[in-house]
């Protein structure tokens, strides 16, 4: 009776091709979540950079602006900047606001010249 004992706990050692091939596939699924997670990380960082870069780009425009003490008309004007290695396309002009004392500035950066915006800013001008 012993013998048959040792018999049937030396045939269940190890693992079957079954849950070998399973642990294999959660394996390969946990592995492609993670390299999708850091490939969207990647691609969030390179777009915050941008939108940080055409942030400055706009905020620097505007101190040009203020220094020159000369507003833009009402109509749309297009410029082209050189800023950390790329170009980048402003577009800005002067809205009439409810009180004749002041005046809106809106300013547009984006990093292609037919691109959505990706920064704009809104300042308050007193005439």
């Not at 946990?30 to 850091?38: D, N, Q, Y």
């Not at 390179?46 to 942030?55: C, P, R």
């Amino acid at each position: 009776m012993k013998s048959r004992l040792k018999i049937t706990a030396v045939k269940q050692q190890g693992m079957t091709l079954l849950e070998v091939m399973l642990a294999l596939v959660i394996l390969a699924t946990s592995g492609l979540a993670v390299m999708k997670s850091a490939s969207e990380a990647l691609n969030n960082q390179a777009y915050l950079q941008d939108k940080t870069f055409a942030l400055w780009v706009a905020s620097n425009r505007l101190v040009e602006l203020k220094l020159q003490k000369k507003w833009p008309s009402s109509s749309w004007q297009n410029d082209t900047e050189e800023f950390a290695g790329n170009s980048w396309h402003l577009r800005y002009q002067t809205v009439e606001t409810g009180d004749s004392n002041f005046k809106a500035l809106d300013i547009e950066v984006s990093a292609q010249k037919e691109g959505s915006a990706l920064a704009y800013i809104r300042t308050y001008i007193a005439k």
